[in-house]
């Protein structure tokens, strides 16, 4: 067996640990005489899966007791249509467009009601965060959406906007789990799992219980609702169980790596070896403003087309997989999500410093 270093924005990489033991456990989970994939989600053995995993998911965020955890499906870009139409009770809502992913949920939220885009780092190709100590926020607002993480340009959010009050929604697809977070701050905390936390099929969203209610926008179907699936414990309808089931068990890695402190920790130290690289190189560079810098994407190019499609290549060849940049920015993206380990950026690093060496 050979595993390569897969930078990969996702689907990306996953705990080696977490795949061993999935697989020790594909024929007879526990006893079960079946594997997870096979088993009714009525089932006790599943029920006990999805309750440790909102249980080890609760520790690891401490996540308040008025806080629901939702397990759902329909991949991130669904909660772009579902939050306004749970949320949009004035039919106002506020969004500080930050890349292509809060763009998308913006131009969803309009088919809504008033959606106001109140800041947007568009004008520099998203390469920075807005300064969002004072804006203008309005008064009738439903809530304040951020994209928390951008996946695409590599910017992160290092503050939180003030909202003046308002209901904060964040997207964390692309930074769940990285850091500790303060869940109070926020309204609703979503994500796709399938970054940082899982295979793709699952999303999970933090919620706020006073903001689950009946009264939502008409027309609503029942499987967009999050009271539907607040009121059945995420199992209305078949949840998709192996992914949750996988969820769970990198809760569970996390919590034995020593939580999210750690991962904080480990992360700053990895994206700082792969950064002090760019900043450094005569050949290559980040893309983004050094304050806004994510830990868990970064950029960068050689500012050459053919020299950033031999390296991609080269790199290929070498094991480093998926460094080619999303198709619409070019380039090149780590992504070093909490399962790479830190050997994976220091071997990145050799590779590019050789390649500098045979290019320059
Ligand atoms: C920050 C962010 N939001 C939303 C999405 C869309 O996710 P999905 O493909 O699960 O709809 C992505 C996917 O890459 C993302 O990075």
Redesign the pocket.
């Known amino acids: 067996m050979s595993r390569v270093y897969n930078f990969s ?2 689907p990306a990489v996953l705990p080696e640990e977490v795949l061993t033991e999935a697989a020790a456990e594909m024929l007879d989970y526990n006893g079960t005489g079946m594997s997870v994939m096979e088993m009714s989600h009525r089932s006790k053995a599943f029920q006990e899966i999805i309750d440790s995993a909102e249980a080890d998911l609760r520790e690891l965020m401490d996540i308040p007791d008025n806080y629901k955890v939702l397990f759902l499906q329909g ?4 909660q772009f249509a579902m939050i306004p139409m749970n949320l949009m009770k004035n039919r106002v809502a506020d969004y500080i467009v930050t890349g292509q ?1 809060s763009k998308k949920a913006y131009a969803e939220a309009v088919k809504y009601g008033k959606a106001n885009k109140i800041a947007s780092s568009e004008d520099k190709t998203f390469s920075y965060i807005p300064d969002c100590t004072d804006l203008p926020v309005s008064d009738d607002a439903d809530y304040v959406y951020i ?1 928390e ?4 340009y590599g910017t992160k959010f290092k503050q939180l906007p003030d909202t003046k009050g308002k209901t904060l929604v964040a ?1 964390v ?2 930074c769940f789990l990285s850091e500790p977070v303060d869940v109070a701050k926020y309204g609703v905390i979503y ?2 799992v ?2 940082n936390v899982g295979p ?1 099929g699952v ?1 999970i969203v933090i919620m706020r219980e006073d903001l689950i209610t009946d009264d939502v926008l008409p027309g609503t179907p029942t499987m967009l609702r999050y009271k539907t699936h607040a009121d059945a414990g995420s199992l209305y309808n078949t949840p998709p169980a192996y992914g949750i089931y996988i969820c769970g068990k990198v809760f569970c890695w996390l919590k034995r790596q020593g939580g999210l402190a750690a991962m904080k920790e480990r992360n700053e130290k990895k994206a700082k070896i792969l950064y002090d690289y760019l900043d450094a190189s005569r050949m290559f560079s980040g893309t983004v403003e050094a304050k806004d810098r994510s830990l868990m994407n970064v950029p960068f190019i050689t500012g050459s087309s053919e020299l950033d499609a031999k390296f991609v290549k080269e790199a290929k060849e070498a094991g480093f997989e998926n460094l080619k940049g999303h198709r619409s920015v070019g380039g090149m993206r780590a992504s070093i999500y909490n399962a790479m380990p830190e050997e994976g950026v220091e071997a990145l690093v050799a590779f590019m410093k050789k390649f500098e060496e045979e290019n320059l």
């Open positions: 924005a996702g991949g991130a870009s669904q992913w994209c993480n951008n996946t695409i997207d697809s692309s994500g796709g399938q970054k793709a999303v």
